[in-house]
C-alpha cells in the first residue's frame, strides 16, 4: 500500500513515547513514512520536506514533539495536507508541548490531540487518508466497532454542531464547502463549534467520522476539556480555543486532498495571508513603531 501518511518527531527520544501509533498503523496494514525532522537543529530540511508532502503524495502528516513543540506548527505552516499534531511528555510535564501544538495562529490550524495520545493521532491520520479508500475503512470500523460513513460525495460538505446562530460560513463559502447545521449528520467531516450549552448536547451519531473541535469559551480556565469526549466517539482534532475559522480550514484541508478546487482555493487564501504580513511589516518600516501603537 502507498505511504499516505508521514510521522515525523523532532528526536529519536520522542518515538518510544508515540509507539502506540505505529503499532496501530501497522496492525491495520496502512503503511507510513517515519521521519525525525527537528523544527529548530534542522529547520530548512524539516521546512523542505514539508513542502514536498503534497508532491509526494501524502495526504496527512502526524507530527509529534515535546517541550517547545514547534515541529507541528511549522510543519503546518509549509503544507497545505493536514497535520495531526501530538504533543508528548517533557521535563515540565507536557503542558508546553500542548499549548503549542493547540493554540495556532488564525489561518494556520493543527489538529491536536491530547498529551501523549499517539493511538488516536494515528486513528485520525487513518481517517483522513482513507475518506475514499473503503477497504482500509472497513478495517477501521471493524476495529473500532464504529458503523461506516457512506463514500465522499461528488461535492465537499461537512456537518457543522453549533449554538451559534450567527455563525459565519464565509471561509466555507469561499472554499467552495457545502454544510448543514444541526441537522442527522451525513459527512466524514463534522466541526463542533462549542460553547458552554452546546457541551451536554450531541446529535446521535454512530459512525465512523473526522470531528473537529473548536470551543467558543471565554472563561476556558474553568471550561471542562474532559466532557468534550462525551461529544463525539473516538479522537477528535482540536484546532484551539476561539479558532472557528481554524476548525473551518482544517476541515478544507483534508477535504482538499479530495478535491483539487478546494485545495486551490485554500493556497489563494494561505498566500493573501502571506501578503497581508509582508504589508504590514513595509508600513513598520515606513511609518515606524507608532503607526501600530
Known amino acids: 500500500m ?24 501497522k496492525e491495520l496494514g496502512i503503511s507510513f513514512s517515519p521521519r525525525i525532522l527537528s523544527a529548530h537543529r534542522t529547520p530548512e530540511l524539516m521546512a523542505q520536506e514539508a513542502r514536498d508532502l503534497e508532491k509526494n503524495g501524502f495526504l496527512v502528516s502526524i ?6 513543540a514547534h515541529l507541528a506548527g511549522m510543519t503546518a505552516s509549509e503544507t497545505c495536507i493536514p497535520v495531526v499534531a501530538l504533543p508528548v511528555t517533557s521535563s515540565v510535564g507536557g503542558l508546553d508541548a500542548l499549548l503549542s501544538m493547540a493554540q495556532m495562529p488564525p489561518g494556520i490550524p493543527n489538529g ?43 461535492i465537499p460538505n461537512i456537518s457543522i454542531v453549533t449554538d451559534n446562530d450567527k455563525l459565519d460560513t464565509s471561509l466555507l463559502d469561499r472554499f467552495g464547502i457545502n454544510y448543514s447545521i444541526n441537522s442527522k449528520i451525513d459527512s466524514p467531516v463534522v466541526i463542533y463549534i462549542l460553547d458552554e450549552s452546546v457541551i451536554s448536547k450531541r446529535i446521535p451519531n454512530d ?47 483534508i477535504l482538499g486532498n479530495y478535491f483539487p478546487n478546494v485545495r486551490d482555493k485554500f493556497k489563494e487564501y494561505k498566500h493573501e495571508l502571506y501578503l497581508q504580513v509582508v504589508e504590514k511589516d513595509k508600513l513598520i518600516q515606513e511609518k515606524g513603531v507608532d503607526y501600530y501603537l
Do not use: W
Open 207 to 253: 459512525v465512523e467520522q473526522i470531528s473537529i473541535i473548536s470551543p467558543t469559551v471565554k472563561d476556558f480556565e474553568n471550561f471542562k476539556l474532559s466532557e468534550l469526549d462525551n461529544l463525539v466517539d473516538g479522537p477528535y482534532a482540536f484546532t484551539g480555543v476561539q479558532r472557528v475559522s481554524n476548525s473551518m480550514i482544517y476541515a478544507a484541508q
Open 63 to 68: 507530527a509529534a514533539a515535546g517541550g517547545s
Open 2 to 25: 502507498k505511504k499516505l501518511i508521514e510521522i515525523r518527531t523532532g528526536s529519536n527520544s520522542d518515538i518510544p513515547k508515540i509507539k502506540e501509533c505505529y503499532y496501530f498503523l
Open 112 to 154: 491536536c490531540l491530547g498529551l501523549g495520545q499517539a493511538e488516536n493521532a494515528a486513528i485520525l491520520a487513518a481517517r483522513i487518508m482513507s475518506l475514499d479508500d473503503m477497504e482500509v475503512r472497513n478495517k477501521l470500523s471493524s476495529k473500532l466497532d464504529t458503523k461506516i460513513l457512506a463514500e465522499l460525495n461528488n
